[in-house]
């Protein structure tokens, strides 16, 4: 039997995404003919979950963002003075990983998978109510006011806090939902504005641009509300999903997840 190869994971992920690979994705480590013993799957690639990845037999690591603290792939210019950045390149030599990046794939599917796998972990498969290019809509059966809300994701999400802005005390049954990076003002306002959303959740944002509306809805007499979950624990579900997906595509190869904690927390 022929073995699988990094490259063809890689073209499998590609058609997921329409067959085309986006910017940001890119082998950060290894080679595309490297066979494929196990793969291991992180929304980034810490010491930790590099480690995780190796103890398991994986020869493949596939995370979400990017290894060096930037969109940017391998900024090297700005980093080349800071000895941890040479050293984090030799551990991963060191590793043997070959580490895959998959990010812009996996927002380009059908329906997002980040968001998907957000989604399912909220337990709101079935109040869907629209999904747009960068959000989706929910329309929960049953009104809870935000305060509800915010319990229940971070029950569902395992989340000791997140922050919030507005009026958490009235009822909620539309939910605007955006994963990562997508908390700025021209995504989320309009879910309020042009979708009737009553919350909007999202990973992160300019914090001068949603909460600042936010804020100045509820003054002048309206209602509305934001729950910031966090860049990694908004997205880190849709990577536990990938996992699943890998697993059922590639049923003969190993395929783990590696969950990452948050690097912020509070004190």
């Known amino acids: 039997m022929t073995e699988l190869t990094v490259r ?59 290894a060096f603290y930037s969109h940017e792939n391998d900024p090297a210019a700005w980093l080349a003075c800071a000895a941890f950045y040479e050293e984090k390149r030799r551990r991963i030599a060191r590793s043997g990983l070959a580490i895959y990046r ?70 909620c049954l539309r939910i605007g939902l955006l994963v990562g990076y997508r908390g700025g003002g021209k995504l989320a306002i309009p879910l309020f504005d042009r979708y009737g959303a009553d919350l909007v959740l999202y990973g992160e944002g300019p914090e001068w641009e949603t909460p600042e509306y936010v804020r100045d809805l509820v003054e002048m007499g309206g209602r509305g509300a934001i729950v910031a979950l966090g860049h990694l624990e908004s997205e880190q579900p849709g990577m536990k999903l990938l996992t699943e997906r890998l697993q059922a595509l590639f049923p003969g190869v190993p395929v783990s997840f590696c969950p990452v904690a948050p690097a912020l927390r509070s004190l």
Do not use: Y
């Open 8 to 66: 063809e994971v890689i073209d499998a992920l590609a058609e997921w995404g329409g067959a085309s690979i986006g910017e940001a994705d890119r082998l950060l480590a290894g080679e595309p003919a490297t066979a494929v013993r196990g793969i291991a799957v992180a929304f980034t690639a810490t010491i930790g979950a590099m480690q995780e990845a190796a103890d398991s037999g994986a020869s493949l690591l596939i995370v979400h963002e990017g």
């Open 102 to 171: 998959c990010h812009d794939t996996l927002h380009r599917c059908h329906l997002d998978l980040i968001t998907e796998g957000l989604i399912r972990e909220l337990g709101w498969q079935r109040c869907v109510a629209q999904h747009l290019p960068a959000a989706s809509l929910i329309e929960l059966s049953e009104p809870m006011t935000g305060e509800q809300v915010v319990r229940h994701v971070k029950q569902r999400l395992g989340l000791d806090r997140v922050r919030v802005a507005g009026n958490l005390t009235v009822d």
